[in-house]
């Protein structure tokens, strides 16, 4: 199958659908008309609301669209001078905590026995999120501004008690997460509740997020995945989506027992070993985050202080 992202950039004022093949970036529905197929009926986010019925035929159209670009069979002119966006708007962002082995031991976390324990799971503000190439602000408060490159799932079918075995079926997609994280925030000192997730790491721009959404078909194997964090060209992270302590079907079983997934929410699947804590380093204005994972992508983000 010819792999294909679907993007949201800007050109000229106007915001539409991108559909990346290759190392080029092309309107979507430009190519659809080249086709002869039918037009996108919405953005992303409606494509992915629609996923089970509209939404998943119309990327099914994309992907044989994609497949006519590589194979020269289409007029299709690459974009220049666009603006990538955020690829869709996360309806709720679910987060995996102490998810890989070697992190949580550089977070100097003990962690009970994986036949003894379920995912440790939290929320993360949707408002948090912002595309390739966005500022990544540091706020004033925050001294200890940390990263994590993530696996991001992109949920495309609602579901409650999903089983393991059936869990890729409610996934629509990937996409990258970097999930800033202020690390001298996540900890409080004024109640007893020592951690606070949610104020460590759902300040505004915390949440970088694309460069677009690769539909599952795209990714064979989306549990062994090389992911790398680099911070101003000098690697940091390097690992793998195998690593996982619980696995992307895991970690969807258990937010299902929980709660009712709906299309659009993100699962943000955890980060291995590498961050700034576990070197005693931390972001500072300047900096430039480049977080990668193989079959996705790469985003970039500058740091600047507010």
Not at 40 to 60: H, K, N, S, T
Request: charged share 20%.
């Amino acid at each position: 199958m010819t792999w294909f992202g679907i993007a949201t950039y800007e050109l000229n004022g106007r915001t539409a659908a991108g559909l990346a093949v290759g190392d080029a970036l092309y309107d979507a529905q430009a190519v659809l008309r080249e086709t002869a197929a039918a037009a996108l009926p919405g953005d992303l986010d409606a494509l992915i609301a629609g996923w089970e019925g509209a939404g998943a035929a119309a990327v099914e159209r994309l992907g044989a669209a994609a497949a006519a670009i590589e194979a020269g069979r289409v007029n299709a002119t690459p974009l220049a001078g666009h603006t990538l966006r955020v690829p869709y708007t996360p309806r709720r962002i679910f987060a995996a905590a102490s998810n890989y082995y070697e992190h949580a031991r550089e977070m100097g976390t003990e962690l009970a026995p994986r036949e003894e324990s379920t995912p440790y799971m939290f929320m993360k503000a949707e408002t948090s999120i912002v595309p390739t190439l966005a500022q990544v602000v540091i706020p004033p408060t925050a001294e200890r501004v940390d990263w994590e490159v993530e696996l991001a799932v992109v949920i495309g079918r609602r579901g409650r008690h999903i089983a393991v075995e059936d869990a890729y079926d409610y996934i629509a997609g990937y996409t990258i997460l970097n999930d800033v994280s202020a690390r001298d925030l996540n900890r409080r000192t004024d109640y007893p509740f020592k951690h606070d997730w949610f104020r460590g790491k759902s300040f505004d721009t915390f949440g970088p997020l694309g460069p677009w959404f690769v539909p599952r078909a795209c990714i064979p194997d989306a549990q062994n995945l090389r992911m790398r964090l680099a911070i101003n060209g000098e690697m940091m992270q390097d690992g793998s989506t195998s690593e996982m302590i619980f696995s992307i079907a895991e970690q969807i079983n258990y937010l299902s027992t929980i709660l009712t997934l709906q299309p659009g929410d993100l699962v943000a699947t955890g980060t291995p070993t590498g961050v700034g804590m576990g070197r005693g380093i931390y972001l500072k204005p300047g900096d430039v985050m480049v977080a990668s994972i193989d079959g996705i992508g790469s985003i970039e983000n500058p740091l600047v202080a507010a």
